[in-house]
């Protein structure tokens, strides 16, 4: 009973998976596009959420200033904390990006409006609550919305999501990649 249980969780992460990987691109394109932006221009990326998302957060700002899957000169871009409104209005700059991962269960308009009101692009990885953000955002910021209501399954696919970022970062910054 509890490996079919077990096997069960594997089986809807794998189609949840699937489904994006025909929904989704166009959006993660669009958000690694901001992200190029961002950085090719001076600027930087300021990443933060909310439940399992403050937890992602560190993870992309560190395969940032790091490296991900190869070596390249670090780039600009720092994990927010607790106060990431406070953050932002303190050290966001127009030309920067705002990346906020959201767990559909608190509130996200401060930091929304803390990064408009310093004429930052915004891009949301959002899952359940992604309906909220489209009176939110601006025509040139982008949501990236994943279609689930499992917080598990949305965190699961949120970090593939950033992988993804960091990927096609990578790739538009230095080229394909022998592997």
């Known amino acids: 009973m509890l490996e079919q249980r077990i096997q069960q969780q594997i089986f809807d992460s794998a ?21 190029l932006a961002a950085i090719t221009g001076g600027g930087k990326v300021m990443v933060c959420g909310q439940g399992p ?7 992309l700002a560190r395969a ?13 871009a720092l994990a927010l904390g607790a106060d990431a409104a406070q953050e ?3 050290l966001g700059l127009p ?9 559909g269960e608190g509130d996200s308009a401060a930091v929304v409006s803390a990064a408009q009101a310093k004429d930052m692009t915004i891009v949301v990885l959002a899952g359940r609550g992604a309906a909220a953000f489209g009176e939110l955002l601006a025509e040139t910021d982008v949501l990236v919305a994943v279609p689930h209501e499992r917080p ?17 970062v990578d790739f538009q910054l230095m080229g394909e990649q022998d592997l």
């Open 95 to 103: 030309g920067d990006v705002l990346l906020f991962i959201d767990d």
């Open 64 to 76: 940032f200033t790091g490296r991900f899957e190869r070596e390249r000169p670090p780039l600009a």
């Open 15 to 35: 189609d949840l998976q699937y489904r994006c990987a025909e929904m989704l691109p166009r959006a993660i394109a669009e958000a690694a596009g901001a992200l």
């Open 152 to 168: 598990a399954r949305i965190a699961e696919l949120q970090l593939l999501v950033l992988h993804c970022l960091c990927d096609a």
């Open 88 to 90: 932002v209005r303190a």
């Open 53 to 59: 998302g403050a937890a992602l957060a560190p993870l």
